[in-house]
């Protein structure tokens, strides 16, 4: 009988025990959360671009030498919240499987903070989904592609992931802002064609333009579609067919060598005295080329990233001023638009970690800072910048046509046109087909 | 416009001629089937550009075009190194071993060339843009593409009588004809092997370079071309001249055409003619 008591009293005293001592835990983890110290170790960052293959010269190291600026920047200024950018570049070449790899060995194994990175849609597909995996924050900050952040129909739920950002826009500004340029300034065309590589990147860039065109211009008739390879080294053919159909504007999501290759074979042809083009990421070519890049084509800047774009509002203009000024002492070229991607993203982590911190008063969670960067806005040299709660950028986008001056070795935009936020991206939970086919 | 398009038809049938050309000399001679061959084309385009880069507009126009046979030479020593440390142990192993040394060889040489060049793009097209253009029955052509025929056309024609009328050619033809025999009759395999991939991997690099001036020079350059070169040699023939130019005609054209008239299957279409001629002809047109 003593026995049975005392065993119950045992049991007893051991509920007793565990229910205190995990009181106790979960005090001690509120009371951390509530007040957690800042570190003073370096904060980690991993930054990921293509620094090889054929996306290297054009969008991964202009991206990684601004992540470097920035970062040093940043660190000048103090860091953020006086912990110092310890900032790890490395290279998205390998395939998706090797980036899969590399970022689950980012977070887990060298215990990344954020990682900032991606120019290739199909890394950004596969990868974004182990940020809820692991419980690391990653921002992607360049691919383009629509399908990234859309649910499978709409209305779909936001955001698809808890952890998983992208701090621009998709490619749906470049080419509804395209659309409705060509709707302004060129009301009377009569045939359209278009020369996209053949992957995701050029059928989704055409998807968005062609379904915008038939419905802002119905009278449009589209002569030819032509689908090169990446890393096509010959497009005669292709311009031949092109000339051959007399498009009045021929749209184009070519890029890199790609978009060199095309443009410089087709000027040794003479295409561009009867045809124009509409190059939905063309704004980092005509610096490429030189004089040698033909005027009067429409460029699309991938948001309002241009050199000689001043922002409305005095601290992202200053921004503006900086930065160009700086990427140009520094790197001998004014900056392209994968640099103010890559600006983007790291402000956009600087700002959210400060907002979090403020609100739970130390070092935030990364789920702390990702409910700070959703809806936050911070100025950058492109302008004010949204993060939508979608865990997308909202932004502006600017189309212009290259004209050559006096001022500069290069074609520049002229006829700038800034087409609002509001106009090119689609509304949360709307899938961006959907929307487009929804304009009345 | 349709006689752009049969320019441009005969302008990629140039290229592929080229660069199957060499493909077909290493194959039929040595009976190797070499994967790393566009990797060599790439060699060649990057050796180049870097060249053309360097000398800009220090010298006289005339040695930039002199400067493309840099492919030729740079490729051939870099074919040289290769034969004497990896190929030559692979003559008497089977086609499986030989697939696997020569892939390796591609990633291998892909590597040696993203350390020497890194990983940006070589714009080198100041013999492009030199050379301008013609008016050719009121369309405007670049001069550019005429020469890369022209040099096509001569190097066509020079291989062809160093195969046909030289002891030398003679006896690599023995050599492919008949490996054995050719030994039993005291030919020096060994020497002639060398001389064959040195020849073979000159051609790819001379094709690189002679591309590079309209097309920057990138990492992953050499994958597309291979691919179409063994389209021509699977149409053409292994071994076979003749072979070459029928093929490299075949897949020039049916590209340029195709592109113009059904954009959506011009690849595919290509393979399917490979496939057809597999089928019906597997020794390919003008093979053994």
Same mark, same amino acid.
């Given at each position: 009988m003593s026995k049975e008591i005392t065993r119950r009293k045992l049991l007893k005293y051991m509920g007793a025990t565990a229910l205190s001592a995990g009181a106790l835990g979960i005090s001690t983890k509120s009371f951390s959360q509530s007040k957690k110290a800042i570190p003073t170790t370096p904060i980690k960052v991993a930054a990921v671009s293509f620094l090889t293959g054929a996306a290297a010269a054009p969008f991964g190291i202009p991206g990684d030498n601004t992540f470097k600026m920035c970062a040093d920047k940043i660190n000048a200024d103090g860091g953020i919240l006086g912990r110092k950018i310890e900032l790890h570049s490395k290279d998205e070449a390998g395939g998706v499987d090797a980036?899969?790899?590399? =970022?689950?060995? +980012?977070?887990?194994? !060298?215990?990344?903070?954020?990682?900032?990175?991606?120019?290739?849609?199909?890394?950004?597909? =596969?990868?974004?989904?182990?940020?809820d995996e692991l419980g690391g924050l990653i921002i992607a900050y360049d691919c383009g592609t629509h399908e990234l952040m859309e649910g499978a129909k709409s209305p779909y739920d936001v955001p698809k992931f808890k952890l998983g950002f992208r701090s621009k826009a998709h490619l749906g500004i470049d080419n509804v802002a395209l659309a409705l340029y060509i709707k302004k300034y060129y009301p009377n065309i009569k045939k359209i064609a278009g020369i996209n590589q053949d992957y995701a990147w050029g059928r989704d860039s055409w998807l968005i333009f062609e379904t915008a065109m038939k419905k802002l211009m119905p009278q449009i008739e589209v002569v030819k579609t032509l689908w090169p390879p990446l890393g096509n080294t010959d497009f005669t &053919?292709?311009?031949?067919?092109?000339?051959g159909s007399e498009p009045d504007i021929v749209h184009s999501?070519?890029?890199?060598? !790609?978009?060199?290759?095309?443009?410089?074979?087709?000027?040794?042809?003479?295409?561009?005295?009867?045809?124009?083009?509409?190059?939905?990421?063309?704004?980092?070519?005509?610096?490429e080329l030189g004089k040698d890049y033909p005027e009067g084509q429409i460029v699309c800047c991938a948001g309002t990233h241009y050199f000689l774009f001043t922002p409305k509002d005095k601290a992202s203009a200053d921004l503006q001023k900086w930065f160009v000024a700086e990427y140009h002492k520094r790197y001998?070229?004014? @900056?392209?638009?994968?640099?103010?991607?890559?600006?983007?993203?790291?402000? $956009?982590?600087?700002? &959210?970690?400060?907002? $979090?911190?403020?609100?739970?008063?130390?070092?935030?969670?990364?789920?702390?800072?990702?409910?700070?960067?959703?809806? #936050?806005?911070?100025?950058?040299?492109?302008?004010?910048?949204?993060?939508?709660? !979608?865990?997308?950028?909202?932004?502006?986008?600017?189309?212009?046509?290259?004209?050559?001056?006096?001022?500069? @070795?290069?074609?520049? #935009?002229?006829?700038?046109e800034i087409f609002p936020a509001a106009q090119v991206n689609p509304p949360v939970g709307t899938k961006t087909v959907d929307w487009i086919n929804s304009w009345k | 416009m349709w006689i752009i398009y049969i320019l441009n038809g005969l302008y990629f049938a140039a290229l592929l001629f080229f660069i199957s050309l060499g493909l077909n000399i290493i194959l039929g001679v040595m009976g190797i089937l070499n994967l790393a061959h566009g990797s060599l084309y790439a060699f060649g385009a990057f050796i180049a550009a870097w060249i053309i880069i360097a000398l800009g507009t220090h010298v006289p126009p005339f040695f930039l075009y002199i400067s493309l046979l840099s492919g030729l030479v740079g490729v051939g020593i870099v074919g040289f190194l290769m034969e004497k440390s990896l190929i030559r142990f692979m003559y008497k192993r089977t086609l499986e071993y030989q697939l696997l040394l020569t892939f390796g060889a591609l990633m291998l040489l892909e590597d040696v060339i993203k350390m020497i060049w890194g990983g940006q793009a070589y714009y080198a097209s100041a013999p492009f843009v030199l050379l301008g253009k013609v008016n050719i029955g009121g369309n405007v052509y670049p001069a550019y593409f005429l020469f890369v025929m022209f040099i096509a056309f001569i190097a066509g024609l020079l291989i062809w009588l160093f195969m046909s009328k030289t002891k030398l050619g003679i006896m690599l033809r023995a050599i492919s004809l008949d490996r054995e025999m050719a030994t039993a009759l005291g030919l020096n395999i060994t020497g002639l092997s060398t001389l064959a991939f040195v020849l073979g991997a000159g051609l790819a690099g001379l094709a690189g370079a002679l591309v590079v001036p309209t097309t920057p020079a990138l990492l992953g350059f050499g994958h597309e071309p291979l691919i179409l070169a063994f389209i021509v040699?699977?149409?053409?023939?292994?071994?076979?001249?003749?072979? &070459?130019?029928?093929?490299?005609?075949?897949?020039?054209?049916?590209?340029?055409?195709?592109? &113009?008239?059904?954009?959506?299957?011009? +690849?595919?279409l290509l393979f399917l003619i490979a496939g057809i001629i597999l089928v019906a002809k597997p020794e390919g047109l003008f093979g053994r």
């Open positions: 980036q899969v790899k590399l =970022a689950r060995k +980012l977070l887990l194994e !060298d215990k990344m903070d954020v990682i900032l990175g991606y120019i290739s849609s199909a890394d950004c597909l =596969a990868v974004l989904p182990l940020a &053919a292709h311009i031949s067919a092109l000339m999501s070519l890029w890199g060598g !790609d978009a060199v290759t095309f443009s410089k074979q087709a000027l040794g042809m003479g295409f561009f005295k009867k045809i124009r083009m509409a190059y939905s990421r063309g704004e980092p070519y005509p610096q001998g070229k004014y @900056p392209t638009y994968p640099c103010y991607h890559a600006f983007q993203a790291i402000y $956009a982590y600087k700002h &959210a970690v400060e907002k $979090a911190a403020k609100a739970v008063g130390g070092w935030p969670t990364p789920d702390e800072i990702s409910k700070a960067l959703s809806g #936050l806005t911070f100025p950058t040299p492109s302008g004010l910048l949204t993060i939508r709660e !979608d865990h997308n950028g909202y932004e502006d986008c600017l189309v212009g046509i290259t004209k050559m001056t006096a001022k500069y @070795p290069f074609p520049i #935009l002229d006829k700038m | 040699v699977v149409v053409g023939g292994l071994g076979s001249l003749k072979g &070459a130019l029928v093929g490299s005609l075949l897949v020039g054209f049916t590209r340029s055409i195709g592109i &113009a008239v059904f954009p959506e299957i011009e +690849l595919p």
